[in-house]
């Protein structure tokens, strides 16, 4: 069946130190892959997409996703964290029986406390 | 210009009660999406429209949700006989085809 897993319910991180929220995902062909952002109060935000090509994507407010197909991640980065990062993040594969439009498959969330 | 906008952002039902929740995509858009999100988890696919075609409602729990888009622009969830269990925020989202989705701010529904 096709999932998402993310195996941190939050991750921790110093103000200006690299920051990784991991993201693993089960499809049996070629996953469309999406990272989004939920701030308190406010709808999810997407912060960028994989779908073929360079494995490394980058989107916005500086985040970048590493796919490795291998290994079957999505890990979600940021070379320096900002207090403002902190968030809760959902990593997303589209599911390949849609027929074509994106219809989401959600991991669970992974919060993110960036501490000045 | 203006994002995805719900209404209410808040409702609170006696169960048993019929609740409908509005959106208002983006101008536009063709696609729109409604998904559940429970306290605490990641958001779960209801039902998608292109225009004013629903194409899939295959995540739809029961017969008592039911969702439409008469005129291919605003759509209503109704759920009919709320329960408990219906508790959730619901969220709705638009997208030009097959591009990324945005999100309205969702309606945060408690059943008591």
């Known amino acids: 069946a096709q999932s998402v897993a993310q195996p941190e319910d939050q991750v921790n991180v110093a103000e200006g130190n690299p920051l990784t929220v991991k993201c693993t995902y089960s499809v049996s062909g070629n996953p469309y892959l999406f990272w989004y952002v939920q701030y308190p109060n406010r709808g999810l935000q997407f912060l960028l997409k994989y779908i073929t090509g360079d494995n490394l994507v980058k989107g916005s407010y500086g985040f970048e996703a590493e796919f490795n197909k291998s290994q079957t991640s999505f890990h979600l980065k940021k070379p320096s964290a900002l207090v403002s990062d902190s968030a809760l993040y959902f990593c997303a594969v589209r599911d390949e029986f849609s027929g074509g439009y994106n219809k989401l498959i959600f991991g669970a969330g992974t919060r993110l406390a960036v501490h000045p | 210009g203006a994002g995805v906008s719900q209404s209410p952002r808040y409702k609170v039902a006696k169960r048993g009660q019929d609740v409908a929740l509005r959106c208002d995509p983006i101008?536009?858009?063709?696609?729109l999406f409604w998904y559940q999100q429970a306290l605490g988890q990641g958001p779960e696919f209801l039902t998608y429209f292109q225009n004013e075609a629903q194409l899939d409602k295959s995540g739809l729990p029961s017969d008592r949700f039911f969702a439409e888009r008469p005129e291919g622009s605003v759509s209503t969830l109704k759920i009919q006989r709320t329960q408990q269990e219906d508790s959730a925020v619901y969220l709705c989202a638009s997208s030009l085809r097959t591009n990324e989705q945005f999100f309205g701010p969702g309606t945060r529904l408690t059943v008591l």
């Open positions: 101008s536009g858009h063709v696609s």
